[in-house]
């Protein structure tokens, strides 16, 4: 039988290990369990460690101020839970229910300590909902800082897939861009070619903007900031691609390329980019040919 007693902590530290029995079959139970993302085992050791923080807390008596020196080890294991859990691939109902859980064993087992004592059980459960409330929400924030980092390294990832430097010849680099261009893509199409330029010696660099659907003065501003980069890294740069459509545009937007080098296509850059090198492609003999 439990002890009546209006001391919430001291009744988890009696009956902490009954209370993680019931807060186990609980998230095994509910709807939210996710097998196929997390083990019993793990859960358990989550379950288990968390419990022994927050019970570590709450034995000082403060139920409040979750900024205090004693509940460091609690919110420390609540943002790594949430996080890890972010990255593996919980929506943050399945997340946030991890501490609603826990709260809704918790009250049924001060419903048990308290039977008979409505008005220290109404005192007793008012407090630890403010406190797991609390928790709640910073579960709730812990999980959208992971998922905002996780979107960045994403965003990060895909703008160096979409910006590959390609050694077309030696001494020759290119860079195809396919997309619009805006202030951070410019950035990692600067860093990425010239460290390429640096790795390679490189002493002519390509940019083909056959893939930029439109140019703008904003975009022009950016093809010209990576020119000047090249330029100072000491190689030159020609911009191939150049469609009419986006020849009148820029003249239009009255964007200043005459101390460019452009080329209609990606050969003629190529071609320009050899002859500049001292070298040209000729035509070999084929077998019917030296017949």
């Not at 220290?120 to 909902?129: F, K």
């Amino acid at each position: 039988m439990v002890a009546k007693t209006d001391d919430t902590a001291t009744m988890i530290s009696r009956r902490k290990s009954a209370i993680l029995d019931a807060w186990m079959q609980a998230q095994l139970a509910s709807k939210t369990l996710r097998p196929d993302l997390m083990s019993r085992e793990e859960l358990f050791v989550q379950s288990r460690e968390f419990l022994d923080a927050f019970q570590g807390a709450v034995s000082t008596g403060n139920f409040t101020d979750t900024s205090a020196p004693e509940y460091r080890p609690v919110l420390r294991l609540l943002e790594d839970i949430s996080i890890s859990r972010t990255r593996q691939g919980f929506s943050p109902a399945e997340t946030a229910m991890y501490v609603f859980s826990l709260k809704d064993t918790l009250l049924a087992f001060l419903q048990e300590a308290h039977a008979g004592q409505p008005d220290i059980l109404n005192r007793e459960v008012i407090r630890l909902s403010k406190l797991l409330d609390t928790f709640g929400l910073l579960t709730f924030d812990a999980y959208v800082r992971g998922r905002e980092e996780i979107i960045h390294r994403q965003q990060q990832e895909l703008l160096e897939l979409s910006t590959p430097v390609i050694k077309v010849w030696e001494g020759v680099l290119t860079l195809p861009l396919i997309g619009t261009l805006d202030s951070a893509r410019t950035q990692v199409v600067m860093e990425s070619l010239l460290q390429q330029i640096v790795a390679t010696g490189a002493s002519i660099a390509i940019l083909d903007i056959s893939g930029v659907p439109a140019v703008d003065t904003l975009v022009a501003q950016h093809l010209l900031k990576t020119v000047a980069a090249t330029r100072l890294m000491g190689a030159e740069c020609i911009i191939s691609g150049i469609r009419p459509e986006i020849a009148q545009t820029m003249v239009g937007l009255g964007v200043d390329l005459s101390g460019v080098r452009t080329r209609a296509s990606m050969a003629d850059a190529l071609k320009e980019s050899l002859k500049a090198l001292g070298l040209r492609i000729q035509k070999g003999e084929t077998g019917a040919d030296r017949k």
